[in-house]
């Protein structure tokens, strides 16, 4: 298997556009997150889906923030509108089992100017 | 909420040097995780344990579950090893699933 993967690596955006990151887990993988990483904040879970069902999206920052799995391959997070505070890198991780080690794809680098 | 802590924040160490790099954190968990962050960014899982120690190569990761904290350490330092280590642990209110990520440490091996 190719890994994790994400698409694109790097995002430059102007305020105000809609962003879309993309991600496809590992086959066979239950569980997707999406994390964002920031330098004053680390690493911080923003949402995980099992068997495509999101189950906590409580750190989702905001309304303009939304994430989908509309299957077992595929995962979106879309930032509308973007504004500069999310520049940030933006993984995606899977799993096989919850609570097991997550595989992480490449991360996505966001800049929104 | 479970708080994890890292020391220390960075480690800048010779080849060959023996490196100890800690976690604490404040609730009671099933599992710990540490991962590696390349410089270039990338992050692999290295381990997740729950108790005792694991050994992969030249890496050592210990728990002490009473006392909520581990270790992990590097045997052999070599520049490769150069990477910021993330120490993980469930959230007090989640599953364990719901990660919580410490700071990191940046460790620089000099060749």
């Known amino acids: 298997d190719a890994g994790v993967i994400q698409s694109p690596r790097h995002e430059v955006t102007e305020m105000g556009q809609e962003v879309t990151l993309r991600c496809k887990p590992i086959s066979g993988h239950d569980y997707l997150f999406w994390y964002r990483q920031t330098m004053m904040r680390g690493l911080e879970l923003l949402i995980y889906f099992n068997n495509n069902v999101p189950i906590d999206d409580s750190g989702m920052p905001e309304d303009r923030f939304s994430a989908k799995m509309p299957n077992a391959s595929f995962s979106t997070l879309k930032i509308q509108p973007s504004e500069p505070r999310d520049s940030a890198v933006y993984f995606c991780a899977s799993s096989p089992l919850g609570g097991t080690e997550a595989f992480f794809g490449q991360g996505t680098r966001l800049t929104v100017v | 909420k479970n708080e994890v802590e890292q020391s220390p924040q960075n480690l800048t160490a010779q080849e060959g040097e023996f490196i100890t790099i800690n976690c604490s954190y404040s609730v009671g968990i099933s599992a710990l995780h540490w991962l590696q962050q390349h410089p270039g960014g990338g992050i692999v899982s290295l381990f997740m344990l729950s108790s005792g120690k694991k050994k992969h190569g030249r890496l050592i990761a210990t728990i002490n579950i009473q006392e909520k904290h581990s270790s992990l350490h590097i045997t052999a330092s070599h520049p490769r090893d150069s990477a910021v280590y993330i120490c993980?642990?469930?959230?007090?209110?989640?599953?364990?699933?719901?990660?919580?990520f410490g700071k990191g440490t940046k460790l620089t091996v000099n060749p």
């Open positions: 993980a642990v469930p959230g007090a209110q989640g599953g364990s699933e719901k990660l919580v």
